[in-house]
């Protein structure tokens, strides 16, 4: 039996669109809203306002070590939600597919969706699926919309102020190392896998602990890029300490080896957060008991010394200026 | 002056990212809610649940007559909401850029975003953009998701009931026709432009005017695959009269030349619609006076005679099944 793929007929609103949905995306995506397949869906969402966003994911490769584009498009999207302090709760899925990807290809990555769907609570209400020529894309690019709602637990964030402590939930750049070396296939001698994970969990357990002030996900620019936009957009200065951040020796390694800042590296299951200073030992031992924050680790403060400007002390005790990045380092990360 | 064009380095969420943002997005897309980029938009929505729907858009040539990709999509999004009896409200747009795209280019889709958006009273709240590199793509790819609110004006539909009389709001096949004769350069003798339009205000036009019970806008498989969605959600017949059905004569006459039939080619600017038969010609009078409803016509009715099957009365007098598109006729029309 020869491979079945996508066709351009899965994409023209026909007899095979409705197949395409019946057969491979529905079974996957079970939700209540979808199943309709009216040209929208109608949820109902509390009062309070909802945090909206959306997100592109035309990573390559599509599948690497610690997830698929799947699990990273769902991530993504819950975390730009839960870092506003809202609940994620409902998702949309765009999908643009390269005529000729298996449909194999096509159900690992539903799968990888719908099982990150599930773990961070939010559910696939609407989708759209188009198909472009041979060459046109490549393999497969995703589009997920989220909502998310302020409730009793979920309310916005109060912004950061000086004198807030900044706690980093986890390693940084594995995400953008791990994908980065399964493109180049750069022999590794140990484990590198992608951080990749939903974390409104993390968040509502850091949040319960004490006062979380400002929260951003470190994904494309890495750490340095959410620290910038922190110290930009609130006129103060963000202080960070080297010897406190947290990094793989893997990652360590193959930053050097492509002679990246691991500062700019894109991560994907890691959270700058500003916490008011009282309460940093207990947010951060919460953070710890949580399987996603188990490397969390306070790592500096926000000043009025400088403001609008990130310096870093180093471990021999200099301190530079950390800039965002300014090119492009690691093209199609996510 | 060497020509300005989209680089990796606009996609890396860096400085050249936050440049672009700066220069070229933020200026016309005009939004408190944007503002801000933060991670989420944070918007209010009134009580009552709410519409949601995603597309992406990969129309290739992106610029055709009667609009462009911008354009398309932004319609595209504000009609899923209007069919469902929605008010248009919020808007994300995420991009896919090909590297190389032109910044001039990218400057037009935008200004068709903007102007459309501000037509149809919907708010871009919420973007992304990536860059792939040259050949991972074809130009630019869109993606709009959108909110819909409901209110005292905009309440859900009622559903569809045997005896409802069928309104198409306008010409067929016209969206699709364009597309393809630009794309293939066909010399075409008289005009043919896409229908391409933000259909709220005439869905709101028709609903003040009488019992709208169903709606569905005839896009991907056109008026064809409408019509069989309707018959098969519902158990209903749908009844069709091929002398009510207005055709262009352009697009008449591309269609031949294609192959195509007309009732399979996809519009942007077209609704079916179920009304009430004591309501049908009020409504149809309110739809002719909208500019975007003028060649609106009553096309036929819901029965129960023959359930799940759409049947056309043709011009001569007989009947002929119409079935679902089998394939694909026309890719990337949307």
């Known amino acids: 039996m020869s491979e ?53 994911y035309v990573i390559q490769p599509w599948r690497f070590p610690g997830g698929d584009i799947g699990k990273l498009a769902v991530c993504g999207t819950v975390n730009d939600l839960a870092v506003m302090g809202a609940r994620p709760l409902y998702l949309t899925l765009g999908l643009i597919l390269e005529e000729g990807l298996p449909l194999a ?22 989708g759209d699926t188009k198909v472009v020529g041979r060459g046109d894309a490549d393999c497969l690019y995703l589009n997920t919309s989220g909502i998310g709602v302020f409730d009793y637990a979920h309310v916005r964030l109060p912004g950061p102020r000086a004198g807030d402590r900044l706690l980093v939930t986890g390693a940084l750049g594995d ?16 484990e590198l896998s992608s951080d990749c994970a939903p974390l409104s969990g993390l968040v509502e357990a850091m949040r319960g602990a004490g006062r979380v002030t400002w929260m951003r996900d470190c994904t494309r620019g890495g750490l340095a890029s959410a620290a910038n936009e922190l110290a ?35 991560n994907e299951g890691v959270i700058l957060t ?10 951060l031992a919460a953070a710890r008991r949580h399987p996603y924050g188990g490397e969390a680790s306070l790592v500096g403060a926000l000043t009025e010394a400088h403001p609008r400007r990130v310096v870093l002390e180093t471990a021999v005790g200099g301190e530079r200026i950390v800039d965002m990045l300014t090119g492009e380092q690691l093209p199609r990360i996510c």
Chains 1, 2 share one sequence.
């Open 232 to 266: 930009e957009d609130f006129h103060l200065g963000v202080h960070l300490f080297e010897d406190e951040l947290v990094v793989h020796d893997a990652a360590a390694a193959v930053a050097e080896l492509l002679g990246l800042d691991i500062l700019h590296v894109a």
């Open 105 to 126: 290809d096509l159900d690992a990555v539903i799968a990888s969706v719908a099982e990150t769907a599930r773990e961070a609570g939010i559910e696939v209400v609407a």
């Open 4 to 56: 079945e793929i996508v066709t351009l007929a899965h994409g023209g609103g026909g007899i095979a669109s409705r197949r395409l949905l019946r057969e491979h995306l529905l079974p996957r995506l079970d939700s209540e809203a979808l199943r309709p397949l009216g040209d929208s869906a109608l949820v109902d969402v509390p009062p309070g306002g909802i945090a909206l966003t959306t997100d592109s």
């Open 274 to 283: 500003a916490v008011a200073e009282e309460d940093a030992g207990r947010v």
């Open 175 to 190: 995400h953008g190392l791990a994908v980065m070396a399964a493109r180049e296939r750069l022999p590794l001698k140990s």
